[in-house]
């Protein structure tokens, strides 16, 4: 079940061979085996000596059912050799990867696709669909995998391996939440407050050496401040990283972007005594050694190749000081502080006039255009080609395609990837028309590979508060206007953090600008992108899926100045480094080393 160096057990059952290393576990029910990676926090009050134990129990108890009652971020799966069947599921959001593999009669899974690689039954190949999709940045809908016939469980799935066949069917139905109805504005902050609090210990259990990702936004803040307060009444510290410019950034970017997030991170440090808050500058190990690095422990190539350079320097900060558990916010901005924004729309589609224009003049008041504002409530509800065509006569043009992809295509028409692709133009939320555009974001992507390639470089645990199931079904469930309250975007983590959080942060309405010295990192590379484009010509795999006269384009006219326009980074920081990451990718799996 799980792949690394530690000691393995095994258990032999009757039409299956089962095993665990490393920290995951196994138990024995009688018929029943059930084998455990990951964390538990609750399981609907059945109780066990193992996590896998547990698991036994609550498959006896509920059947097939079992995964629906489980929270946590685990991967896990349950033999009955009394009926023949295997049953494997992942938490919702993904932390803990789960893949399989099938050949008639004969079914291997483990929580890395190495594992089933290692296997000399198992044929390698790359899947061409999952690349374009990769490529076009469409969310992973399905069970496909880089790995041609290697599948992943997909997340809040359990997947059914039986006499009737395989299938895999969801246990997390956030879509038919009931609606929460609190009594006050304040309960409403005052509950998430308290969720996210409970999500922050069940993470922190057992940890003595807990560090946090601490940006200059709501969500990383709210984490840090909330585990500093729990970590103070035991006498522990808690060591916050922030990211910051590399030596040689002249500050340029966005005006509306935060591009130096340290001093407003140290702001949130300072308002604890226990918080230890470590600046780390973007630099570090060459970007190519960092993302051979991530496609060696992660199997897949980096997704963000830029971001990669100081998710790194903060790894190598965090294991210099033997940090084992380290929390994020990465899901807060669909959780915690989602934005509300969406709503516009739906209320224009549903004519609720009167609630749409209540909430769009109380926006305006608080700074919002109502240009803005009306392409909010407007646009997304209009067919593509018209809301594409208002867009561009008002100055403000949809991502195509190929601004911020170097799929080629005719690759991407063959898999029949391009109108989807260019429906979303680049953003989630254009799939989700009327309906909750979060819920499309949380399934866009399956970090579970990622997480597990952190813990191998680094040494710790990374885990995210803010995607706990009961914070996330909570912000789905309550009404929609606690995220707009007073004309105020993102007002429930505003107000929940009242008091605890510095304002100078927690009223701050510009957002962070990850990697805002990209440009350093890709002039520093120019010279191995081009060598890399170059042998990416011998590929046919990469010859097949990228654009390579584009790429070689983009190097012949390499930009002297204006690196933080807008076109200039969605070609060179997304398009040029995804497309080099991937065919890198491609290539060494192929063999060529060279």
Same mark, same amino acid.
């Given at each position: 079940m799980a792949l690394g160096s530690g000691k393995g057990r095994f258990h032999h059952a009757p039409g299956a061979t089962l095993g665990v290393c490393d920290d995951a576990t196994l138990a024995i029910d009688g018929a029943v085996v059930a084998l455990f990676h990951g964390r538990l926090d609750d399981a609907g009050g059945v109780t066990g000596r193992s996590a896998a134990d547990i698991v036994a129990h609550a498959y006896r108890r509920w059947g097939e059912d079992f995964a629906a009652r489980l929270i946590g971020d685990f991967a896990c799966a349950v033999w009955d050799s009394a009926s023949q069947r295997l049953l494997l599921a992942r938490d919702p959001f993904a932390a803990q990867p789960l893949f399989f593999w099938r050949n008639g009669a004969t079914l291997r899974f483990a929580t890395e696709p190495q594992g089933l690689l290692a296997e000399p039954d198992v044929p390698r190949g790359i899947d061409e669909t999952w690349v374009a999709r990769w490529l076009a940045l469409l969310p992973q809908s399905d069970s496909r995998t880089a790995y041609q016939g290697i599948e992943r469980v997909i997340p809040g799935h359990v997947a059914h391996f039986d006499q009737q066949g395989h299938r895999q069917t969801p246990f997390w139905k956030p879509e038919a939440l009931p609606r929460i109805e609190l009594p006050s504005d304040a309960a409403y902050a005052e509950t998430m407050r308290n969720l996210l609090d409970q999500a922050v210990r069940c993470r922190i259990a057992g940890h003595s050496a807990v560090g946090s990702t601490l940006s200059a936004g709501l969500d990383s803040s709210s984490v840090t401040l909330l585990t500093a307060r729990q970590l103070a009444p035991q006498g522990l510290r808690l060591t916050? @990283?922030?990211?910051?410019?590399?030596?040689? !950034? %002249?500050?340029?970017?966005? *005006? #509306?972007? =935060?591009? /130096?997030?340290?001093?407003?991170?140290? =702001?949130?440090?300072?308002?604890?005594? *226990? =918080? %230890? #808050?470590? $600046?780390?500058? *973007?630099?570090?190990?060459?970007?190519f050694d960092i993302l051979d690095r991530v496609a060696a422990t992660a199997g897949m190539a980096a997704m963000n190749p830029i971001n990669q350079a100081w998710v790194d320097a903060i790894g190598l900060a965090a294991r210099d000081r033997g940090i084992t558990v380290m929390l994020g916010g990465g899901m807060g901005n669909m959780s915690i502080s989602y934005h509300g924004l969406d709503a516009l729309s739906r209320w224009a589609q549903r004519g609720q006039w009167v609630r749409l224009a209540q909430h769009m003049s109380a926006l305006h008041r608080n700074g919002h255009s109502w240009r803005a504002l009306a392409s909010r409530a407007i646009l997304p509800a209009l067919p593509l080609r018209l809301r594409r065509r208002i867009r561009s006569l008002a100055g403000r043009p949809e991502d195509q395609l190929q601004d911020f992809s170097a799929l080629r295509r005719d690759f991407a028409a063959r898999l029949n990837v391009i109108d989807?692709?260019?429906g979303m133009a680049g953003n989630v939320s254009n799939l989700a028309p009327g309906g909750d555009p979060r819920l499309a974001v949380i399934r866009r992507t399956d970090p579970g590979m990622a997480l597990r390639a952190e813990r191998r470089r680094f040494g710790y645990v990374h885990c995210d508060p803010t995607a706990d199931r009961r914070v996330v079904e909570f912000c789905l469930a309550i009404p929609v206007e606690q995220y707009l309250l007073h004309g105020e975007s993102r007002s429930l983590v505003r107000r929940a953090m009242a008091g605890i959080m510095p304002d100078a942060v927690r009223l701050e309405t510009r957002t962070g600008l990850q990697g805002a010295d990209w440009a350093i990192h890709v002039n520093a590379a120019r010279t191995e992108i081009a &060598?890399? =484009?170059? $042998?990416?010509?011998?590929? &046919?795999?990469?010859? &097949?899926?990228? %654009?390579l006269p584009r790429l070689h384009a983009l190097l012949r006219d390499w930009p002297r100045t204006g690196w933080d326009r !807008? /076109?200039?980074?969605?070609? !060179? $920081? @997304? &398009?040029?480094? $995804?497309?080099?990451?991937t065919g890198r990718f491609l290539r060494r799996f192929e063999g060529s080393n060279g």
């Open positions: 916050s @990283f922030t990211a910051v410019p590399s030596a040689g !950034y %002249d500050g340029s970017g966005p *005006n #509306h972007r =935060i591009c /130096d997030e340290g001093p407003l991170a140290a =702001i949130v440090a300072g308002a604890e005594p *226990n =918080i %230890d #808050h470590v $600046r780390v500058p *973007n630099g570090g190990p060459p970007l989807q692709a260019e &060598a890399e =484009i170059e $042998r990416l010509e011998s590929s &046919a795999l990469a010859s &097949a899926c990228l %654009d !807008y /076109d200039v980074a969605q070609s !060179y $920081r @997304f &398009a040029l480094m $995804r497309a080099v990451a």
